[in-house]
């Protein structure tokens, strides 16, 4: 018979729902300092590293279902943040950023 090999510390969804929360509200925050789209994405920008550096860390050495969540929130708030710089680009005909 063959050995059953198992995961020391499977991921969950309780901890990919707590990176997620953990996230939004990370990238909420950061997002509030802002006061046009400009603002808005450098602060995204800004928080959004450190949080895939805090992702990084917890999937070597901590919860890896943390480690998800993060990284999915992450994903969804650089994903609206491009797209409203996208959708104001197309809008105005002048690149929001400078």
Known sequence: MRPTLREPYPVRLT???AGL???AA???GFGALAVNLREYAGWI???GCTAWLAAMALSRHGDRG???GVAVALTIGWSGTALAVAITWVRTGTWPLW
Do not use: F, N, P, R
Request: glycine fraction near 6%.
């Open 45 to 47: 920008l800004a928080s």
């Open 66 to 68: 943390v480690a998800a």
């Open 15 to 17: 901890g990919v729902l």
């Open 21 to 23: 929360a953990a996230t």
């Open 26 to 28: 990370w990238l909420a």
